[in-house]
């Protein structure tokens, strides 16, 4: 299976997976140093086998990255605690109550089947109501339904769900990827990418059911089949909604009119998915939700915490509360000059810098939150959303000891890094050389 001749891409291969193995079964967020340092050896493995891998071998390669998605199969998440809230959200579903009317303290005591204090200790959101849509819903209750006593038989089947929706997503690269007529090896960097497999299979966020959708849209919007498209696009948007911000990039490439229709038709599916729960008041729950996470929630912020530390500085307390708020509005703003004034290109090049800018506004960018950047940079040449993927990982050195705290020297080199390769390559650089070892293309 692994080449005689290349003893240090076997070598990788073989670190890569017992890291893998060891990281998804034994290492916590709190033994950060541990971590870190496995991940930095598991990312120069991962880039070993990249920069190592003939056309003739690409295959292979796809292979294990699959191989290390399932290996996590029966682990129980140790990077994230929001499997919980899945659980929870699923366990009323499968009690006949609605996750979006109130607060989680307020089913204890219920006698509702696997609804326990124990559970809701776990919560890291009790006091907010749930802000999954319906379509995530259905997945957090099939995750009980057969054992709704059960975490560990609940992440099992969530992590089934989301390998069966990356393993489409693995598919559908390597199918656009010929469309683009780009090296099949551009995709080793969403396959193989450490980041991907243990916040997606290994973590259980649902990042991998958006990037399918989106994805799949991509593949029949590049087929001509735009209706198709279209209600892709809006299953995309019905299991997390900020895919929304790609509509306005279709503006200058099919007209004002079949952007309308497409948006329409993109409304109607996430209003059908909505349907189940239509009596109830959720939809203004998940809106005041949402709006609680932009102006209270803060964790690796870039332009925001510059507005930070100026309201600090100004004001003597933090801003977020009217910060947030101009965060949105600038994101929005930048996103919609972006997409009237520049270039019409392939629609997933225009989405790495419409990501980019969601991200540099936004007031909260968890690790997971970069991967659909890492998904769409595969169909472009700029390599600096796979260099993130590695330094938004160590973020979690917040989490040392247990006792989170915000690492803002960390938050420097993270972006300091980023801008410096995204400069690089906007101004006409090329990291070719430095991800693949060769020009590919």
Known sequence: MLRKSSPWVNLAYVLSGGITLYIGYFVSREETWLLLTLYSILFAAVLTIVRNTEQQDVDLAYYWGILLRVILIASIPKLSD????????????????DPYKYLPAH???SGLTGITQALYDQLNSQEYLSVYP????VIFFLSVLFSPGSIVWSVVILRVIVLVFELGSISLIRKLLRHYKLPQAYGLLYVLNPL?????TGNLHFEGIVIYFLLLAL?????????????FFGLSVATKFLPLIFLPLLLRKIGFKKTVIYGLIVAATLAITFLPLINTAHIWAIKDSM???FQKFEFNGSIYYLARWYGFETDGYNIIAKSGKWMMYATLGSIMLYSLFSKPKEWPRQMVWVWTLYLLFATTVHPWYVIP????????????????????????????????????????????????????????GSSEKLFFGRKLS
């Not at 899945?86 to 366990?91: A, C, P, V």
């Not at 319906?134 to 819903?137: E, G, H, R």
């Open 373 to 428: 950047l890492v998904a769409v940079g595969v169909f472009s040449k700029v390599r600096f959303p796979w260099l993130w993927s590695y330094l938004i990982f160590m973020t979690y050195a917040n989490y040392a000891g247990g006792e989170y705290m915000d690492r803002i020297e960390v938050v420097i080199v993270e972006y300091s890094l980023v801008a410096i390769i995204a400069f690089w390559e906007v101004f006409g």
């Open 107 to 109: 089913h204890l005591d």
């Open 134 to 137: 319906p379509l995530n819903q």
């Open 219 to 231: 593949w029949n919007y590049e087929q001509k089949k735009l209706n198709r498209s279209a209600v």
């Open 196 to 200: 991907v497999i243990f916040e997606l």
């Open 82 to 97: 929001d499997f919980y809230r899945f659980i929870w959200d699923g366990r009323l579903l499968f009690n006949f109550e």
């Open 291 to 293: 709006s609680l996470y």
